[in-house]
Each structure stands twice: as C-alpha cells, then as structure tokens.
C-alpha cells in the first residue's frame, strides 16, 4: 500500500452515536443531517463509526454494514475520512465487516480486542488482529485499546513491538485508556506514518503534551468547536487557554457522571444539543430519563456560553 497517497490521521474525529427510530430501529435517514450538523457547527470532519459511542457491539452485522454504507456514502465529498470500526467477538464476522469497509470506500478501519475470549498476551491479540487485516490489506488499520471494557490489560505499547511486520497495513492506535504511561509509549515507539490518537476527552491536554496526533471521542459531536479551540491553544502554546477549556469539559463530565453518564444519556445529550433524532439507545443501556439530558445541557449552556 502507497503511504505516500494516504492522509494521516489528526486532529478531532467525532465517534459517532447511532440513530435509531424510536422503534429501536436504525434510523439511516438522520445519517446526512448529522454529517452536515459535525462538519458546519462542530467543524469536525473525520468520523468513526460503529465503535463504543455508535453501540457497534449491540447491533447485528447486517445493522453494521447498513450503517457503513451510509455514513461512508453520504459523507463522501464532505468528510476527509471515515473510519469504520469492523471489531466482534467473532473473528469470522470482524474479517467480514473488515472486507465490506473495503468494497463501500472506507479510508480507514479499526478493531477492539474480542473481550469474552479474551487474549492473554500481546502475540495472541496481535494474531487476531493479522487475522482481521489479512482480510482488508489495503486499508489504514488501526488497533482500538480499551481495555475499561474489553478487560483486556495488554499493555498496547507491547502490542506495536513488531506489528508492520504482521500487519503491513498498521497505521496506529485508537488509544482509549487512561494509563498515561503506556500511551507515552506508543508515541516514543511510533512511525512517522503512524497515528496514535487519545480517547479519553477529559484528559486530552495531557495526551496532547506528550505528542497526540489526534483524539477520538463521542464529547466531539456536539463539543468539537469548542475542543478545536483547544488543540490550537496548545500548539499556540497558550497553555491556560488550552487549560481552561479542559478543567470546562471536565466540569461537563463531572456533572453528567454524577446523575449517570452512559451512552444513553450521553446519545440523548447529543439529541439535545444537536436537535438530531438519535432515538433511544439499545438495551442492556436504559433510555436517559429527560431530566438528567436537560440537567446536563444546562451544564454546557452554561460552561460553553451556548444560547
């Protein structure tokens, strides 16, 4: 694969919810509206789909590549890139979902560690994830490290030892864990065409210090202008500026996690915010009751000044 023609990955990419109807159906009609609302109100423009955000492990492989299909189509001309996430707990379903991102023009996929099976060592997860990327050699492939919920504790630094020899298509590392130290590792052990991207917002100054090349996160959808505001501050070297809009974001989500901050109310969040409709989420995850959703965008309202 050409890394010369390739786009490397930076900056913000808003991980994406997924609009059901209020049926619990998926809901492809919002999909170009919301592609609209990141790009002119956000100004996010890179995108990754069916991860933890977009309840990806609670939809059926159908489900998954419909919606693929549609973010990718719709946001063709408008978005610099589409990252689709392709990871199960299957390995023959995640070579599948891998394949399908190839054929509907994805610029990128990504894969979490299957979390009931779970692998024990850097080697078998890196077999699994050759497994993957045999099936979609010619797309960027990025490993998804979130071991909060897969409860996979391989330490991603060890995973990178090696791994372009495995899987030459390796372009970096979805990074959602709060181990400071690890995530310092992977940027030291980094290729220059590597990306390593941060996705635990709340702390994204402090990946930014140690060499960020971009951040992954759901607080992105309706948080991004604010954030981009952020990134600039820092390479500006404004730190209090870069600063104060952390400690805002942390107050945001301080405030949701105590009335309960889980993909439901952070989708009904966005609905709120956005004026999209994203639709319940799917169970096991309740709905939000309305109350929590309108406590914390009076939060935001009032730390972003949004009238």
């Not at 609670?58 to 489900?63: G, M, N, W, Y």
């Not at 990504?110 to 979609?136: C, D, G, H, M």
């Not at 372009?171 to 310092?184: E, I």
């Amino acid at each position: 694969m050409a890394q010369s023609t390739e786009k490397k990955l930076t900056g913000l990419v808003a991980a994406t919810f997924t609009p059901f109807t209020a049926q619990g159906e998926v809901n492809l009609a919002e999909i170009g509206p919301y592609i609209d609302y990141l790009i002119t109100t956000q100004g996010v423009n890179s995108i990754f789909v069916n991860g933890t955000t977009g309840e990806g492990m609670s939809l059926s492989v159908a489900e998954r590549k419909l919606l693929a299909e549609e973010w990718c189509r719709k946001a063709k001309g408008k978005m610099e890139q589409v990252i689709i996430h392709v990871g199960c707990t299957s390995l023959k379903e995640s070579q599948e979902l891998a394949r399908h991102a190839v054929e509907i023009g994805a610029d990128g996929i990504a894969v979490i560690s299957p979390s009931f099976f779970k692998p024990r060592s850097a080697e078998s997860l890196r077999a699994y994830l050759q497994n993957v990327a045999t099936a979609a050699p010619t797309v960027p492939f990025y490993y998804y490290h979130l071991p909060g919920l897969t409860g996979v504790n391989v330490p991603a630094s060890d995973l990178l030892e090696g791994i372009e020899t495995l899987i030459p298509s390796f372009r970096g590392v979805k990074f959602s864990g709060s181990d400071l130290m690890d995530f310092g590792q992977c940027i030291n052990h980094t290729q220059p065409h590597w990306s390593v991207l941060y996705g635990v917002d709340e702390q994204l100054l402090a990946a930014l210090a140690l060499g960020a090349h971009g951040a992954v996160g759901s607080t992105y959808n309706y948080l991004g202008s604010h954030m981009k505001k952020l990134l600039s501050e820092f390479e500006s070297g404004n730190l209090e500026q870069a600063r104060s809009l952390q400690f805002k974001m942390q107050e945001l989500i301080s405030h949701a996690v105590k009335v309960g901050f889980d993909v439901g109310v952070n989708k009904q969040l966005m609905a709120e915010v956005s004026g999209l409709q994203l639709g319940p989420p799917r169970l096991p995850i309740m709905p939000c009751p309305k109350v929590h959703a309108v406590s914390i965008k009076q939060k935001y309202q009032h730390l972003f000044s949004v009238h």
